[in-house]
């Protein structure tokens, strides 16, 4: 957790003074995602719930265009692998027990969506899905089949 919590430290610096940098943004998206899985783990639903959506929202800044900045890396992160881990971060924040049953259909089918995004690129996620098809289609399994069940439960109508 002290790992996890320096690297947060350290792209939240660095994203105050370059708020744009889409690197850091995929970095520390993927460190609140670390933090989510944590949380959960430890039960600590509130603090996972913000951990998961700090990552949804970093993950949402990573596919924006970014700015290049002379005294950082200039390499972007691969958009699939970005869409594949905020489906991810979605599917996690639905297993929260913290979250109603109608938010937790939300989240879900915001993760079918981002895996669907990928399934559907077939162009332009070709290498992604060369690699990594049967995560994506098998996320997206899941995913599907724990909303089924949570709109089966009558307190989710």
């Given at each position: 957790?002290?790992?996890?919590?320096?690297?947060?430290?350290e792209?939240?610096?660095?994203?105050?003074?370059?708020?744009?940098?889409?690197s850091?943004?995929?970095?520390?998206?993927?460190?609140?995602?670390d933090?989510?899985?944590?949380?959960?783990?430890?039960?600590?639903?509130?603090?996972?719930?913000?951990?998961?959506?700090?990552?949804?929202?970093?993950?949402?800044?990573?596919?924006?265009?970014?700015?290049?900045?002379?005294?950082?890396?200039?390499?972007?992160?691969?958009?699939?692998?970005?869409?594949?881990?905020?489906?991810?971060?979605?599917q996690?924040k639905?297993?929260?027990r913290?979250?109603?049953?109608a938010?937790?259909?939300?989240?879900?089918?915001?993760a079918?969506q981002?895996?669907?995004e990928?399934?559907?690129?077939?162009d332009?996620?070709?290498?992604?899905?060369?690699?990594?098809?049967?995560?994506?289609?098998?996320a997206?399994?899941?995913?599907a089949?724990?909303?089924?069940?949570?709109?089966?439960?009558?307190?989710?109508r």
């Amino acid at each position: 957790m002290a790992n996890i919590r320096a690297s947060l430290a350290e792209f939240d610096t660095i994203l105050k003074v370059h708020p744009h940098h889409t690197s850091s943004h995929w970095n520390r998206g993927l460190a609140y995602a670390d933090l989510c899985t944590l949380m959960r783990r430890t039960a600590e639903w509130s603090r996972a719930v913000e951990a998961c959506d700090h990552a949804i929202a970093d993950f949402r800044e990573a596919l924006l265009p970014g700015v290049t900045y002379d005294n950082l890396p200039t390499s972007r992160p691969d958009e699939a692998d970005v869409l594949f881990n905020r489906g991810l971060a979605h599917q996690q924040k639905a297993d929260l027990r913290a979250l109603t049953p109608a938010a937790k259909l939300v989240e879900l089918s915001r993760a079918i969506q981002d895996y669907d995004e990928i399934l559907m690129g077939q162009d332009r996620y070709q290498l992604f899905l060369q690699k990594r098809r049967s995560e994506v289609v098998k996320a997206k399994q899941i995913a599907a089949e724990m909303r089924v069940g949570l709109a089966k439960q009558p307190s989710s109508r």
